[in-house]
């Protein structure tokens, strides 16, 4: 965990699983629950391009931080980003404009990988400049659906906690498997645990063949609350009670977060 400068302790959950396995709606989920504690900040950041969690969470993106990278680098060749202490400040500026904010919830979308071409000092003051803002929650929360070492390498360098998320398939759980290892490498978590989704009842968790480096926080069954809302593009702030919600709590306060 890390101590903020504003004396909060942050808790940096990055969410990660194989591509449709629920990683944005448990994002979103998680939100909302983290969200609902009393006097507690989240951050939710958006690493899909395709604004998964943006859409989840009801909130229209005006402006993500791949936007901001590229116009750096074009006032960079055009020789117009003054010095290192000016480009910081700019950026920091622009970063916290970029956040959107609903009641206790900040968002921020991080947009599509970078071009060919390594700015890799422009990503580093970027990094540098979310993990600043990140002092200020009490939770963040990243819709991780590049992967972790992008997550690494374009938004966080450290996550506290890294949350798997798998559907009952041999595939999905491998992948949850091979993230982990990854994950050792490129972001050093504190803690990690997987989520099953969507899984039919007790019997379909019972002939699961998991792996035994992974530890299970629990399951969630099909919900068609999260379905319906899905279809319906409401956000997940709004939606009532049902399994999702039920099931994710539970799975939070094994992994320490409730
Ligand atoms: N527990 C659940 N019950 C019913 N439907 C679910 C559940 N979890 C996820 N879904 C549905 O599965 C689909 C994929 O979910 P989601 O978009 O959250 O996955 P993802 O891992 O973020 O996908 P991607 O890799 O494409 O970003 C969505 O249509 C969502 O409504
Ligand atoms: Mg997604």
Redesign the pocket.
């Known amino acids: 965990m890390t101590a903020g400068s504003t004396g909060k302790t942050t808790r940096v959950i990055a969410v990660c699983?194989?591509?449709?396995?629920?990683?944005?709606?448990?994002?979103?989920v998680l939100t909302r629950l983290l969200s609902n504690l009393p006097d507690k900040k989240v951050l939710a950041v958006d690493a899909?391009p395709?604004f998964?969690l943006a859409g989840?969470l009801g909130i229209a993106v005006s402006r993500t931080v791949d936007q901001i990278r590229n116009r750096l680098i074009e006032r960079i060749q055009q020789g117009r980003a003054g010095d290192r202490r000016e480009i910081i400040a700019g950026l920091d500026y622009e970063v916290l404009e970029a956040l959107e904010e609903r009641r206790n919830i900040a968002f921020l979308a991080i947009g599509r990988p970078e071009l060919e071409g390594c700015y890799c000092q422009v990503n580093q003051f970027l990094k540098e400049i979310i993990a600043s803002v990140h002092k200020a929650f009490d939770y963040v929360v990243i819709?991780g659906?590049a992967g972790i070492e992008q997550v690494n390498r374009r938004v966080m360098e450290k996550v506290t906690h890294l949350l798997l998320?798998s559907d009952a398939s041999a595939k999905g759980l491998r992948v949850a498997e091979t993230i982990q290892i990854v994950a050792a490498r490129a972001v050093g978590y504190e803690h990690s645990g997987l989520i099953l989704?969507?899984l039919r009842g007790r019997d379909e968790q019972a002939r699961l063949r998991l792996p035994e480096t992974l530890k299970v926080l629990g399951w969630?069954?099909?919900?068609?609350m999260?379905?319906d809302?899905?279809?319906a593009g409401s956000s997940f702030l709004n939606m009532p009670d049902g399994?999702?919600i039920q099931s994710l709590g539970v799975c939070l306060s094994r992994f320490g977060l409730l």
Do not use: L
């Open positions: 699983g194989k591509g449709g396995v629920g990683k944005t709606s448990v994002s979103a899909d395709a998964g989840a819709d659906e998320v989704n969507r969630i069954s099909e919900d068609d999260v379905r809302f899905d279809i399994p999702m």
